[in-house]
């Protein structure tokens, strides 16, 4: 069988106490704030900046993206090139191995 829980007493001193004055007022205020929480945040219309229009296409999103991207496209082309451009110990092998063959022949 199971324990019984013991019942809760609670002491006329114990709900005089200041802390539970305290927690009973900002349980109020609390209720009182939920209203204004529970609309959420208020979301204003975008603006938009006023400035000199000049350059406005080259700030353009898609613009920006593309150039970017060629940038980018043309950076790692070109260190792609540069990494084949190395020269291959394979074939540096075979060359002087050849060399050698014929240095044997004569």
Known sequence: MTPRAEKIRIGLDEINAPAVDERLRR???????????AAGPTVSEPQLLEGSGSGGFWYNTVVLMSRLGLAGGGGG??????????????????????ARREVERA
């Open 27 to 37: 349980q109020r205020e609390m209720a009182e704030d939920a209203p204004d929480f």
């Open 77 to 98: 082309g070109g260190w792609g090139e540069a990494l084949q451009l190395r020269p291959d110990p394979r074939a540096e092998a075979r060359a002087r191995q050849g």
